[in-house]
């Protein structure tokens, strides 16, 4: 028997991305693809990638009652929004993509949707935070020190994105001529994924200066993280390597590595390096699916006892 889905905000990247997911996963039967402005329209009209694959419909109703989960892909701010404003029934298992409930704070019921963090957590949960993109990667270079209470020292994280994560609508800094051929930082020391990034660490005698950059490819974001550290590379690889043993999609080389490696899957590689008294760690992620839509399916997987892998076997596009 298949779980019945439901989508939120279907018209954006994370929702094609899911989308495209979902339709060829072994357990899913998708109910409804929500947009206001595309009802009545085909999902091929906007996700064009999909065509042959998909007869979908977009709709402006749906029915929490008739679906075994939801999906939401809207713009920050609207998943609050959206569940205070509706019934939502105690059983519907909600996966959310924006960064609404990712803070503990706030995060109201919703579990922090890191599998390698909070796999036992996730797998009895109802209610899921997707993590940020860029939160992800950082997170994933450092989670092994962090368990060994290790960052004790300031950290340092150069990361660069693709234009994919600023979204679906057109912005100054999105257009191609101006992203062609260039890159710029933007938040320096300020960007919005870092609160989630310290509170799931939680290593308060580090301070992590974080310096996000708009790369001019589409996806995929490459991370370089170092601090100081008294392990030899060797040790580091023996923490690293048990660290993530059981991981589902997480992976550690010895050779240098690329973002081609990873775009196109739910994988985040890394890489260590050893430079003096500094550890080095490298670490790319596809930003729409280990970052966003990917993760959520892993979640999905998670929550309704499925393969961790089911519907994510996917090809690196450029090899």
Partial sequence: MKTKVGIIGGAGYTAGELLRLLIHHPHVEIGFVHSTSNAGNPITDIHEGLIGDTDLVFTDRYDLHQVDALFLCSAHGDS??????????????????????????????????LPELNKPAIQKAVRIANPGCFATAIQLALLPMADKNV?????????????????????????????????????????????????????????????PVRGDFAR?????????????????????????????????????????????????????????????ILSVIDNLLKGASGQAVQNFNLMFGWDEKAGLNLKPSAF
């Fill in 80 to 113: 609050r929004q959206f569940i205070e404003s509706n019934d939502i029934p105690g059983s519907l298992k909600i996966i959310d993509l924006a960064m609404d409930y990712r803070h503990k704070a706030t995060a109201g019921g919703f579990v922090y949707g």
């Fill in 151 to 211: 960052l004790k020292h300031e950290i340092h994280v150069h990361a660069i994105t693709g234009s994919t994560g600023a979204g679906v609508k057109p912005a100054a800094t999105s257009h191609f001529s101006w992203r062609n051929n260039n890159i710029s930082v933007y938040k320096a020391f300020e960007h919005q994924h870092l609160q989630e990034i310290c509170e799931s660490l939680n290593q308060a005698a580090s301070k992590i200066n974080f310096i």
């Fill in 220 to 280: 995929g974001i490459f991370a370089s993280v170092y601090t100081e550290c008294d392990w030899s590379l060797e040790e580091a690889t023996q923490v690293y390597s048990n660290f993530y043993k059981d991981a589902a999609f997480t992976f550690l080389t010895d050779k240098n590595i690329a973002l081609k490696q990873v775009v196109n899957t739910n994988k985040c590689v890394l890489h260590l390096e050893k430079h003096d008294n500094k550890l080095l």
